[in-house]
């Protein structure tokens, strides 16, 4: 049995998915009706994947993937949603999505899409996936400075690296919530990575010059 946990606000979306996954032999799903709850209810002993909506109330898609896979690094995040938008594609993707596939997707497909992501795949559609590698291309420049961190940087990643979250980086080092995250955004461009496991694990690697 593959147990989907479902992010969704929309009642009427979640309904239909609800029913697409709960008809499919050897598929159950449970419906969470935003991030908040999510995170709170959501692990690995419950569930193999999560259907998250990238449009959420209150916490964002984003912020929920993020903290999910601080939790549980291995549980596999697939974001659903109406919009090809290369931004927020890259943006899940870097917070630890493992797939990103439309709503409009033939209901098969979905199907499909979620026993290849259990078997280890990561199937993302082929208009999304064009859209990242695009959005790849416009913000990993090639340029000298590529996999080299700025001296903030690898103080943000060090106190990640000794377990802190980003509220309390931002406190540590005196800076916003919003630097932390965009110093993260700028480490995962710089190392080419989409998860913090991956960027502490790469910048053991990095000259302490």
Same mark, same amino acid.
């Given at each position: 049995?593959?147990?989907?946990?479902?992010?969704?606000? /929309?009642?009427? =979306?979640?309904?239909?998915?609800?029913?697409?996954?709960?008809?499919?032999? #050897?598929?159950?799903?449970?419906?969470?009706?935003?991030?908040?709850?999510?995170?709170?209810?959501?692990?690995?002993?419950?569930? &193999?994947?999560?259907? %998250?909506?990238?449009?959420?109330?209150? %916490?964002?898609?984003?912020?929920?993937?993020?903290?999910?896979?601080?939790?549980?690094?291995?549980?596999?995040?697939? %974001?659903?949603? =109406?919009?090809?938008?290369?931004?927020?594609?890259?943006?899940?993707?870097?917070?630890? @999505? /493992?797939?990103?596939?439309?709503?409009?997707?033939?209901?098969?497909?979905?199907?499909?899409?979620?026993?290849?992501?259990? @078997? #280890? #795949?990561?199937?993302?559609?082929?208009?999304?996936?064009?859209?990242?590698?695009?959005?790849?291309?416009?913000?990993?420049?090639?340029?000298?400075?590529?996999?080299?961190?700025?001296?903030?940087?690898? &103080?943000?990643?060090?106190?990640?690296?000794? #377990?802190?979250?980003?509220?309390?980086?931002?406190?540590?080092?005196?800076? /916003?919530?919003?630097?932390?995250?965009?110093?993260?955004?700028?480490?995962?461009?710089?190392?080419?990575?989409?998860?913090?496991?991956?960027?502490?694990?790469?910048?053991?690697?990095?000259?302490?010059?």
């Amino acid at each position: 049995m593959i147990r989907i946990a479902m992010v969704e606000d /929309s009642l009427e =979306i979640s309904s239909g998915i609800n029913y697409i996954i709960s008809t499919s032999e #050897g598929f159950s799903c449970k419906v969470f009706p935003n991030a908040e709850v999510a995170v709170r209810s959501i692990s690995p002993r419950s569930f &193999d994947i999560v259907l %998250m909506d990238i449009q959420l109330p209150g %916490m964002s898609s984003i912020d929920c993937t993020q903290l999910l896979k601080e939790k549980y690094p291995d549980l596999k995040i697939m %974001m659903c949603t =109406i919009f090809e938008d290369e931004e927020k594609s890259f943006r899940a993707i870097a917070a630890g @999505a /493992s797939e990103y596939i439309l709503k409009r997707s033939d209901p098969q497909m979905l199907i499909q899409s979620i026993k290849e992501l259990v @078997a #280890g #795949g990561s199937p993302i559609s082929g208009p999304v996936a064009q859209k990242i590698l695009t959005a790849f291309r416009k913000m990993i420049p090639d340029n000298k400075n590529d996999g080299i961190l700025s001296e903030r940087e690898r &103080d943000v990643l060090n106190l990640i690296a000794t #377990g802190f979250r980003n509220k309390e980086v931002a406190e540590k080092l005196g800076i /916003s919530l919003a630097t932390v995250k965009s110093h993260i955004y700028n480490i995962y461009n710089k190392l080419h990575v989409t998860s913090r496991v991956e960027a502490i694990n790469k910048f053991k690697d990095q000259p302490k010059g």
